[in-house]
């Protein structure tokens, strides 16, 4: 009977663990999308998982191993404001470390480390680049060889401002923000600011063949108001 008794209790203790980190996890994720706009667009979706076992020992100590947050198909827009000038972005993917919430009054929230991946699809690229450039035709933008710490080269060909632009073009990540750079011309295109957690930033970027991906980390990232403790 004893036995019995632990059994019933394990599995009640369980199913109660799994519907409160469901819930965590769908308070984080609108949280998410309140604070840094990732669910922006018609296509967007956003998810965060509280890993780890169990969720309410973690959560009553107020300190999370492992929290993931993955983001796709939202915009984010040029510094400028520019006119059709929004970038789409396939995947941001957060991977949030050591989280410990500081302030329960203040919802506030801290992670050691925060390591990430943002991927552009070269069609998205393209996409933008053809809006900004208006008349001329559709530009069109792919993989190219050489891509260095932050700079990863593209291809670039298509008409850019009234100018035939043939070549490799650069984009650059650094900070929170990204510039693409056509061939030939003196200033980028256009420079998009991603909104990411304080202290998290852009630390390389590359051309694969499925598009360009930027990594980004941070160290004693600030969350501001978390849902996580609860």
Same mark, same amino acid.
Not at 24 to 49: C, F, H, M, P, W
């Given at each position: 009977?004893?036995?019995?008794?632990?059994?019933?209790?394990?599995?009640?203790?369980?199913?109660?663990?799994? $519907?409160?980190?469901?819930?965590? !996890? &769908?308070?984080?994720? #609108?949280?998410?999308? *309140? &604070?840094?706009?990732?669910?922006?667009?018609?296509?967007?979706?956003?998810?965060?998982?509280?890993?780890?076992?169990?969720?309410?020992?973690?959560?009553?100590? *107020?300190?999370?191993?492992?929290?993931? @947050?993955? =983001?796709?198909?939202?915009?984010?827009?040029?510094?400028?404001?520019?006119?059709?000038?929004? @970038? /789409?972005?396939?995947?941001?993917? %957060? !991977?949030?470390?050591?989280?410990?919430?500081?302030?329960?009054?203040?919802?506030?929230?801290?992670?050691?480390?925060?390591?990430?991946?943002?991927?552009?699809?070269?069609? *998205?690229?393209?996409?933008? @680049?053809?809006?900004?450039?208006?008349?001329?035709?559709?530009? &069109?933008?792919? *993989?190219?060889?050489?891509?260095?710490?932050?700079?990863?080269?593209?291809?670039?060909?298509?008409? $850019?401002?009234? #100018?035939?632009? !043939?070549?490799?073009?650069?984009?650059? /990540?650094?900070?929170?923000?990204?510039?693409?750079?056509?061939?030939?011309?003196?200033?980028?295109?256009?420079?998009?600011? $991603?909104?990411?957690?304080?202290?998290?930033?852009?630390?390389? =970027? #590359?051309?694969?063949?499925?598009?360009?991906?930027?990594?980004?980390?941070?160290? %004693?990232?600030?969350?501001?108001?978390? #849902?996580?403790?609860?």
């Amino acid at each position: 009977m004893l036995a019995i008794t632990v059994v019933v209790l394990a599995v009640l203790f369980t199913v109660a663990d799994r $519907v409160a980190v469901h819930y965590a !996890d &769908k308070e984080a994720a #609108r949280l998410a999308e *309140q &604070k840094y706009g990732y669910g922006n667009s018609t296509d967007s979706s956003i998810d965060v998982s509280i890993k780890g076992f169990p969720f309410l020992t973690q959560a009553f100590a *107020q300190d999370f191993d492992h929290v993931a @947050l993955t =983001a796709e198909n939202f915009t984010v827009d040029t510094t400028s404001n520019a006119q059709g000038g929004y @970038l /789409a972005v396939e995947r941001l993917r %957060l !991977d949030l470390h050591g989280v410990t919430v500081t302030s329960l009054t203040a919802r506030s929230a801290e992670a050691n480390l925060v390591a990430g991946t943002l991927t552009l699809s070269y069609d *998205q690229l393209s996409g933008v @680049l053809t809006r900004l450039a208006g008349t001329g035709g559709p530009v &069109k933008v792919a *993989q190219a060889p050489g891509s260095d710490g932050q700079a990863a080269r593209v291809t670039i060909s298509g008409t $850019v401002g009234g #100018r035939q632009a !043939d070549g490799t073009g650069t984009l650059l /990540a650094q900070g929170n923000e990204i510039s693409l750079s056509t061939p030939g011309a003196e200033q980028p295109a256009a420079t998009w600011r $991603v909104e990411l957690p304080e202290n998290v930033g852009f630390s390389a =970027a #590359r051309a694969t063949p499925d598009g360009v991906q930027i990594d980004m980390v941070g160290h %004693l990232v600030n969350l501001g108001t978390s #849902r996580f403790s609860r």
